[in-house]
């Protein structure tokens, strides 16, 4: 069983989804702390609720991005997590923050990376036309919104789709895919190879995913 703290902003669905993952079973891992730049963030009650430890660190409160990754580092040592999880977390984080969690610290993106990068990647993908779109679960590195792909589901554009009805058929992945790469890192499955993830599981489950190669298969 993994320790994990997850960092939010706001709504906080995919913490949902991930803490009902954890209690139910699904995945060996505990949610022991989620942290907010937001005191506000709506994902502080859902923890509270789940009677898991918040913790509020106001960037707001902070004259230095430095300052601000070094009070969230703290937080996050003193739930000494293997895991740390960024769900709609809407800060970028520093280098030296990154350093201190390399291969531990995931996050999930809503689109195919390395397409839309960024905000607004709904809005993005219906002004270009595609007709793929989707959410990427990455490993961390410095880069915003760049890194080790662990694993990617995949949705249709369709013509009638606006900003949100795209956005909640991506949400549903997000929160498919987000407890499955979760429980692929607890289980040990996920090795890191020349910048690239490696699965070492025959056949990866799941419909719309398009899963990393697989190492035993
Ligand atoms: C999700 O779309 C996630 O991919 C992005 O921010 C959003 C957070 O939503 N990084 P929620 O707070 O998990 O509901």
Not at 207 to 215: D, G, K, N, R, Y
Request: glycine share 8%; net charge negative; charged share 20%.
């Amino acid at each position: 069983m993994i320790k994990m703290v997850v960092l939010i902003s706001g709504r906080g669905s995919n913490l949902t989804s991930l803490l009902n993952a954890a209690t139910s079973g699904a995945i060996p891992a505990r949610i022991v702390g989620v942290i907010s730049n937001r005191p506000d963030a709506m994902g502080l009650q859902t923890a509270e609720t789940h009677g898991v430890p918040t913790c509020v660190i106001d960037h707001r409160g902070f004259a230095e991005r430095e300052q601000f990754d070094v009070a969230v580092a703290a937080a996050i040592d003193g739930f000494t997590p293997d895991l740390v999880v960024l769900a709609g977390f809407m800060r970028i984080l520093g280098q030296a923050f990154v350093r201190r969690y390399e291969n531990r610290l995931i996050n999930i993106h809503p689109s195919l990376l390395p397409a839309f990068p960024g905000l607004h990647t709904h809005r993005r993908a219906l002004a270009e036309g595609v007709r793929i779109h989707g959410c990427t679960v990455h490993f961390v590195t410095p880069d915003l919104d760049h890194g080790p792909v662990i694993v990617q589901a995949a949705v249709p554009v369709l013509d009638d789709d606006d900003e949100a009805t795209l956005a909640a058929r991506v949400l549903v992945q997000e929160h498919q895919v987000y407890p499955l790469a979760v429980r692929w890192f607890a289980e040990g499955r996920l090795h890191l190879r020349n910048g690239r993830v490696w699965l070492d599981m025959p056949q990866a489950d799941g419909m719309a995913l398009i899963a990393p190669q697989s190492v035993a298969g």
